[in-house]
């Protein structure tokens, strides 16, 4: 016997499958889940909560971070990116999963590149640039592409905010990161814990200052940088 769908049925059929298919392209990192709560509370202490504000996160990861970060705090448009074309696919399926109107489309993004490359930015038109875990598993130049980037494109008193593991004034601590740190050389020559100094420095060259630094779980920093105000 032939059953014929009705139109209903085939589109409510044809929702299934593409939501299932969505659901397979969403990758699961186990430490975005562990640190996502604590980030945010560092974001919500150093953002005005009453302000609508722009915000492009660089190497989104999974899309773990920017859909939680989207849901606590709903005055930020959020652009996320990626150089992973994975990874993109993975944020578009958190994306499309949690419906966020403050959440655009994610971008193929190489922060190693001047911005210019990076996508329809103007300068000065930034309130936050943050990056999750990239600056320890990237070569240097994307590093200086980050801080040259949000130089550029934050407005005066934007943060940036780096979050991951550093050495500090050339001490890692303590020996797990030590390891971390040997297993990332192994790994990848221009891979390995940045000294929060060097990312200073950097940093100061760009019109950025270092405002804070925050002791995180499972011995990570988020580095709180601040863009020089002319006024």
Not at 106 to 112: Q, R
Not at 162 to 173: D, K, Q
Request: overall charge neutral.
């Amino acid at each position: 016997m032939c059953v014929v769908l009705g139109p209903f049925l085939l589109s409510l059929n044809r929702a299934i499958r593409q939501f299932i298919l969505g659901f397979d392209k969403m990758l699961n990192a186990p430490a975005a889940d562990r640190n996502k709560e604590p980030i945010l509370s560092v974001l919500r202490e150093s953002l005005d909560p009453g302000k609508p504000l722009q915000a492009l996160e660089i190497s989104s990861g999974t899309g773990q971070h920017v859909t939680h970060f989207a849901q606590g705090l709903r005055n930020i448009v959020w652009q996320p990116s990626e150089y992973d074309h994975q990874s993109l696919a993975s944020i578009e399926a958190h994306r499309a999963h949690y419906r966020q109107a403050n959440v655009k489309p994610a971008i193929h993004l190489d922060a190693s590149l001047s911005h210019e490359h990076w996508g329809d930015f103007q300068p000065e038109s930034l309130d936050l640039v943050l990056n999750i875990n990239m600056i320890h598993i990237s070569p240097m130049a994307c590093t200086e592409g980050l801080f040259r980037g949000a130089g550029a494109l934050l407005k005066p008193q934007g943060l940036l905010l780096t979050y991951g593991p550093y050495a500090v004034n050339g001490r890692i601590t303590p020996q797990s990161n030590v390891d971390f740190d040997q297993s990332l050389r192994q790994r990848n020559s221009e891979w390995g814990l940045r000294d929060v100094v060097l990312l200073r420095s950097i940093a100061e060259i760009n019109g950025l200052f270092l405002e804070k630094m925050v002791d995180m779980p499972a011995n990570n920093k988020c580095l709180l940088f601040r863009k020089e105000s002319l006024v």
